[in-house]
Each structure stands twice: as structure tokens, then as C-alpha cells.
């Protein structure tokens, strides 16, 4: 992660007006300056706390400094966004004609960008966060763009605190942890992260990018899932799988570990439910590998059910629900993906594109878990923490 200074400024040691701070507080930083940063906090008085990663700043030196925001850029995403058709960027995701002037702002085919973050929105829009520039006549950086006007490559994923918190160097609570196993993290923190997984006690399993905390200069820690946000998904999490038609009554037998009972491929998995055993095992080719995989289907059929009524019952077609390890890396889904555990559904909504889905249900969904759209499908899961993305094809 890296920042480029954009206008002549001065980085200081407090998040305060530059008259309120004597010489030795602040240092100035020219116009087209770069720095790497571990990672930067949104603070008070629209200021950035950056921690550099290998330049020292003042006297005494000092690797902590604060910047005001509107005089900085957080470059070096991976992401890139180019143009590939004459289109507009809007502050809203709906028609132009809908907008005035001041809330779109006209942008070539073939002018790039870097994209800190994107993320689908109504009517087959994008919402990027672009990383290098600000449009508009009010500098903004965050827009929406219709998505057959612009072409995204490249992923990344970013952690983002949203409450102040411990990182941890052990899943399990603060005070069974010495001083140096743990560090202070405050809220609307960012990072961006090499990979994550779940781990007990909901903590997440983090691996920082470039980022090294704490006395030992840690960079993977447990991090309580309610006070993140994870924003992204891993390279070449792109995964294409389909469900087979499903048999007549009662369909195949399948029997699950830790389960007595026989159940069968056409039988719904709750009662009085419209989704099928068939759906979530693929037929029957799936079983669990576990009473803990058949629990984590339970949960998200709950879900599924609740889907279906949002949009008026209309017919929803399950493109993928339980992979087992083999087939998740066979159909190309993520390393750590929520369908190996059973709690995740790919899926369809008659008449909706999958954009529109995900902006119904970004807000009802939360904290419980993933949401993420391609083009074709949308994904939730279950995983207890707010997690979204853009498959990005």
C-alpha cells in the first residue's frame, strides 16, 4: 500500500491544524512525494494516521504521522479499471437523465484507474472507489459506473476495523493473553490483507500485507470478527459450477454423518421449505463430510427461505451450495471458501440481475456473513462477520 501527496502539505504529529503545532510537531512534504504505508486510520479533523513502512520523518524521526486527507492519494492497488466505451460516472446508480450536472462527470473510452474497492449496485451499475484521482467538481473519488462501459482486473482485499478492537495473537479472549500477545486497533482502521480464514471463537485469521505489529513485529493475528469488514476476495476466486435438474418424489436416498435418519434429494431441507436436499448436495453427489457441514447447511437454507420471500417468491435457481475441498478447487472457487463448510449458496433470482440483489440485500444481511455478485450469480454465506465483493466477471 502505498500514498502519493497531491498538493504541498505537512505531515503532523498530532491531527491538528498546523498553527496549533510548534516546528518540531509537523515537517513539510512536497507535491508528488510517495510513501509506503503498513496502514492508515481515518481520524478527526478529516486527517489521515499513516504508518510508514520505510521512511523515518523529523526529529526525532518518527514512523507515525498524521496528513490531511484531501492532500492525499492511496495508490499501488493491483486493480485496475479501464474504460472501453465513452460513458458517465454518477453519485447515484440510476439513469443520467435522472441526474443533475454536478452528479456525473463525463469519462473517455480507454482512461484508467486505480480502484481501491469495488462492489455491485443497482442497475448492472459498479461502485469503484478509485485510488489515484479525483473527479467532479467536488473531488470526489467514489462513483458508480454502468458495468458494460468499463472493464476491472485484478483483485485485492482489504480489512477495514469498525470498532475499536484487539488484534490477537491467540483465538481466545483478551485476558488470557499477555501484553505482547496482543495490540490496540482503532476503529476505520484499513489494511490490506495477503488471506483470511475463519478461526474458533469467530475470530478471523489475518494475514497482513505488509503490515507488522506489536513488540514482535507480528503480521498474522486473530481479529474478532464483529469489529471487521472485509472488503475483496483472493485472485482467481472465480468459481462456475451448476446445479443438475432434480429428480421426481422422492428422489435419491442420502444418508449424513452424525445423522440417523435417511433423507432424500427432492425432500425440502426445512420443513414446509422450498429448498431441496438435491440442491444443496448437487444431486446427491456431495455428502457432507460432516454433522458440522449438514449444520452449516441448515443455517443458510434459513436464510435461503427468507431470500425467496424478500423477493416475492419468485423462483431461485441454485447454481452451487456444498463443495467438498476437490470439487471447490476443481470449479474454481476460493481456498477458503464458506461452500466447503456447507453454509454458502450461489444463486439466481428470476427477472433480477444479480447486482440489483446484492444492493436488496447488502443492508438486511450485515454482519451475519458474505455477499458478493458476478454478473451471473450472487453469493451469500454465513460466516458471522461482514465480509463483500465483486467477482468481477
Sequence with gaps: MRIKVTSDTLFKLAPKLSSELSEAEKVFVKNGTEF?????????????QLEL??????????????AYKPDLQVTGSPVKLTVTS????KLRPVLSSELADEEKVFVKNGTQFEVQSFLPADGNHVRVAIANAFLGPQNRNTWYAYNPDIKIDGQKIDLRVISDTL????????????????IFVRNKTTFELQSYSQSE??????????????????NTWYAFGPDIQIDGTETNNKPKDTNPAQPTDPGKALRFPGFSGVYYTNNPIL????????????????????????YGMLRIAKAMEE???????????????????????????????RHIVGDAVDFVIGGYHPYDVFAELDRWWGSKGGLASATV???????GYRARWSYGF
Design 377 to 383: 450469480f450472487t453469493h451469500i454465506d454465513s460466516r
Design 201 to 218: 471463537g469467530n475470530h478471523v485469521r489475518v494475514a497482513l500485507s505488509g503490515a507488522f505489529l506489536g513488540p514482535d513485529k507480528r
Design 307 to 337: 431470500i425467496r420471500k424478500i423477493f416475492g417468491n419468485r423462483p431461485v435457481r441454485v447454481n452451487s451450495w456444498y463443495r467438498d475441498p476437490a470439487t471447490n478447487a476443481r470449479v474454481g472457487g476460493a481456498s477458503a471458501s
Design 53 to 66: 513502512a520505510n521512511a523515518v520523518l523529523g526529529n526525532p524521526p518518527t514512523f507515525t504521522w498524521y
Design 167 to 182: 488484534f490477537k495473537g491467540k483465538p481466545v479472549l483478551s485476558s488470557q493473553l499477555a501484553d505482547n500477545e496482543k
Design 86 to 89: 465513452d460513458t458517465l460516472f
Design 36 to 48: 509506503e504505508i503498513e496502514f492508515y486510520t481515518e481520524v478527526e479533523g478529516n486527517h489521515l
Design 271 to 294: 420443513t414446509g421449505g422450498r429448498f431441496t436436499w438435491g440442491e444443496a448436495t448437487h444431486g446427491g453427489s456431495r455428502i457432507p463430510v460432516s454433522a458440522d457441514v449438514v
